[in-house]
């Protein structure tokens, strides 16, 4: 069985091909960070026409990768949400279009399902049950996971998300579009421990998150001292610790909280070096095992998208009808089980 999956969800343009037996045979990728850097964010109307511009060549790299035409798809699986609704709109319609014309079934797929599944794309997968951390631009979550479909939420960002705060925290330093791994990279130059911001909401039970003071702690700080590059580096420095340790202070605690083993750190913050480092040495140290995608399946990529479609398509009735519904808002929770 093979699935194309489609993955236009906010400003990276995703097309791949996943086979049942034989695993990934393409991924195609197009980043629109070279566009919206001159905006310093995502543009949603400019984001909607340069995927409407680039999906179908990107469809059509696929299919000749692997060597297959629309014949040799038995679905087609798309990002029906959450995200931008017109990036959604573009690839529900043309993947319902694509399932339409090929008649095959069309599986709506929720983003954040897609980068949970992410790692089981690695030959080391994860065994269930295990907590995951979806960490990214937009979300910032702790789920329990005890099977394909059975999620759920222990804890998330009551404000920004984790890789929001890194963006505005890069764009008070004056650094350029996507913000994060700029000042991820500025923060190996800086001096540890020159300041020292709090961790936010470690010291409360429960497991949700909060961000946006720090970045209130960056704006204060900066009012206070020089603005040479060493100053901003070890500002960087400080607020990257600070952000990695309430990660890892929250994931320890919700594996204490459900007794599970394994910890699985998805999305584009999961290829952060500072988290990975320290997070591999403390969960080596409890005894428990760690997972993740590598670095280009943990931003939005196609090929979580047509993991999860044939997770979907081999375990569920598939509901045929031609009917293009995207949820720019929709909770993980929400989704039927498998």
């Not at 409407?52 to 990002?79: F, R």
Request: proline content about 4%.
């Amino acid at each position: 069985m093979r699935v194309l999956g489609i993955e236009t969800s906010c400003d990276d343009t995703g097309i791949a091909i996943y086979d049942s037996d034989l695993g990934l045979l393409s991924n195609q990728l197009y980043s629109q960070a070279k566009l919206h850097s001159h905006y310093g964010g995502v543009v949603p109307e400019l984001a909607s026409r340069d995927h409407m511009s680039k999906i179908v060549p990107l469809i059509q790299a696929a299919l000749q990768e692997s060597g297959l035409n629309g014949k040799d798809i038995n679905a087609v699986a798309y990002t029906a949400g959450p995200g931008l609704v017109g990036s959604l709109l573009v690839g529900a319609c043309i993947a319902c279009s694509l399932a339409f014309s090929w008649n095959v079934p069309s599986i709506a797929i929720h983003h954040m399902e897609g980068h949970l599944l992410s790692p089981m794309l690695e030959e080391d997968r994860p065994l269930f049950p295990f907590v995951a951390l979806l960490v990214s631009g937009g979300h910032t979550q702790l789920i329990a996971v005890t099977d394909f479909g059975k999620y759920t939420l222990m804890g998330q960002s009551l404000d920004d998300a984790a890789g929001e705060a890194f963006d505005k925290t890069a764009k008070l330093l004056g650094l350029g579009y996507p913000g994060g791994p700029i000042l991820s990279d500025m923060a190996q130059h800086g001096v540890k421990n020159r300041f020292i911001f709090p961790r936010p909401m470690t010291k409360k039970p429960g497991l949700n998150f909060s961000f946006s003071g720090l970045k209130t702690c960056v704006a204060r700080t900066l009012c206070k001292h020089d603005n040479s590059r060493q100053t901003y580096s070890d500002i960087a420095c400080a607020f990257e610790d600070a952000v990695v340790d309430t990660l890892l202070i929250k994931c320890c605690r919700a594996l204490d909280q459900t007794g599970f083993k394994r910890l699985v750190i998805a999305g584009g913050v999961g290829a952060n070096r500072a988290l990975r480092r320290k997070i591999n040495k403390i969960i080596k140290q409890r005894g428990e095992k760690i997972f993740y995608a590598r670095p280009e399946f943990c931003t939005d990529n196609g090929a979580m998208i047509a993991y999860a479609g044939m997770i979907r398509f081999n375990s569920t009735v598939i509901d045929s009808n031609l009917g293009i519904t995207v949820h720019p808002k929709w909770l993980l929770s929400d989704l039927p089980s498998i």
